[in-house]
């Protein structure tokens, strides 16, 4: 039974002697076993935003009874394993990218297009850059000493140039901290180092399984990752969700299972492109992941998203459906052909007028080809004709999703959709030549779901000790915010506990 459904006894859980004395064992590096099921404070996920809150809390209210509980593995075991993994220490932001964007923002991020009217930003303006630059500095403390870039270098403002003549946004993050390697290695081993000194403990390769309130609090199973079976169970009077992007779909259940209010933004669907990597290179040789995006009339954007030079698709589940993602990889293992998603974003009365129905798209598409994708050639597209298995055999892009079935998405997006991506690409196609020819594929369905958690300006939900922070719940899309969106957490769980 998951425990968000326990009995209404659950706060009046007492463990035996023998889970008391096990409890800890092998959850952390250099701590093997410890007498304690009671914890003042539990964060999940060791990304920045639950790195920061817990140095944010531990500043505050040295002495915290502290746990960070995170999925994947720490920086040592992450480092001996192959690149790309999302999870572990520092997250993916962190350990992966390490881009410190230092200019102007939100907290929460605000659209491009209309919002909820609880979407609200709690931090902006000199306010929010007050607390960018303590997070930069706490960086640079911890080992990130690489210079301010304060504009992009004279090829890449050319392109944005080029690009906003022609009616496109080309999102450009200046000033920036771009950390090497072996920085970002620095900064989150010695913070790492730092957070077990001031007394927290972290319990790398556990995940939370279910949460339950209670009156002095919650109550949080943890079950290993790994084959051992190991569950835990732990009792803390605040819990800090902080989960990295790829884990807003569990953030979206336990808050709501904990009952605090979630809403749900319109989906962001489309389709996602494979193409020569020589025709997109004009892009992607200044930036990797170029994001280009074009106003659209009723209230939306159409846009990249998630580029991958040399990358492949990859069919993941995501919000009930699967759906066609990109992966990205080193630059000695890039193929011949990139791969970049073209996404429509309506905001809340587009999604309710000309763009209406686009949260069906890939549930329909998935049930014409139940558990696979479906490709289409570009040409077969313009010709409002399903893709053969032959014409796929002899195309010049060779698909890198083999089990992609290959049939006809003209005929399940709408035409605001096509008239979109048309309109986009034929845009791109003067920045890079050869972007809008047939030797193209299409994956479909695309899709990104976004939640909004409404929360104090501390990032306290409705729920009294419970605290979203992060990528996952819409505040942050990037290390700094994430990190400002911890220490607001961490100030706010300091004050909750008093």
């Known amino acids: 039974m998951a425990l968000a459904h326990a009995n209404a006894h659950a706060n009046e859980w007492n463990p035996s ?74 997250g993916a932001g962190l350990y992966l990218g390490g881009r410190l964007y230092l200019g102007p923002a939100t907290l929460p991020v605000l659209p491009p297009v209309s919002a909820p009217s609880t979407l609200r930003p709690i931090l902006a303006g000199d306010a929010y850059q007050d607390r960018a630059r303590a997070v ?55 913070l790492h180092a730092e957070l077990e000194q001031q007394g927290a403990h972290f319990a790398f390769g556990w995940r939370v399984v279910s949460a339950a309130r209670g009156a002095a609090g919650f109550t949080v199973n943890l079950a290993a990752e790994d084959a051992s079976g190991d569950a835990r169970r732990i009792r803390t009077r605040a819990l800090v969700l902080a989960p990295g992007r790829y884990g807003a779909e569990w953030l979206v259940r336990m808050a709501e299972a904990l009952g605090a209010e979630v809403a749900q933004l319109p989906a ?20 990797p992941d170029p994001r280009l995006q074009m106003p659209l009339t009723d209230d939306a954007v159409i846009k990249t998203y998630a580029t991958c030079p040399g990358g492949y698709v990859l069919p993941i589940t995501r919000a009930g459906a699967l759906v066609a993602s990109g992966m990205p990889v080193t630059l000695e293992a890039r193929r011949p052909s990139t791969t970049v998603a073209i996404l429509a974003q309506p905001g809340v009365r587009g999604a309710e007028a000309r763009w209406r129905g686009g949260e069906d798209l890939a549930r329909r598409l998935n049930e014409r080809v139940p558990g696979r994708l479906v490709v289409q050639r570009r040409e077969d597209l313009r010709a409002g004709q399903a893709t053969t298995a032959e014409a796929l055999a002899a195309h010049s892009v060779r698909p890198t999703c083999a089990e992609a079935v290959p049939g006809a998405l003209h005929d399940i997006y709408p035409a605001p959709y096509w008239a979109a991506f048309e309109a986009l690409l034929t845009r791109i196609e003067r920045l890079a030549p050869g972007v809008a020819t047939g030797d ?8 990104e779901r976004f939640w909004h958690f409404p929360t104090s300006d501390q990032l306290e939900t409705r729920i009294a000790g419970l605290f979203v922070a992060g990528d996952a719940a819409g505040q942050s899309q990037g290390t700094i915010q994430a990190g400002v969106a911890g220490t607001l957490a961490g100030e706010g769980v300091a004050r909750h506990l008093g």
Do not use: C, K
Not at 268 to 287: C, I, M, Q
């Open 268 to 287: 962001t669907f489309g389709v996602r492109l494979e193409l020569p990597a020589a025709a997109y290179a004009p892009l992607t040789d200044l930036n």
């Open 440 to 447: 193209a594929l299409l994956y479909g369905p695309a899709e």
């Open 136 to 190: 930069d500095a706490h960086f640079i403390r911890l080992g990130a000493r690489s210079a301010v870039r304060h504009a992009p270098d004279p090829r890449l403002a050319e392109a944005a140039a080029r690009a906003a003549a022609l009616g496109i946004e080309y999102i450009l993050s200046y000033p920036t901290r771009p950390l090497t390697p072996e920085e970002r290695r620095s900064v989150l081993a010695r």
């Open 17 to 90: 002697d023998s889970e008391q004395r096990g409890i800890w064992r092998n959850m952390t590096e250099n701590v093997v076993s410890q007498e304690r099921t009671h914890v003042d404070a539990l964060i999940v996920g060791a990304g920045t935003a639950g790195l920061l809150a817990a140095h944010e809390l531990l500043r505050r209210r040295p002495h915290t009874s502290l746990l960070l509980v995170e999925a994947g593995p720490s920086l040592a075991a992450r480092l001996e394993q192959p690149p790309g993994g999302m999870s572990g220490l520092g």
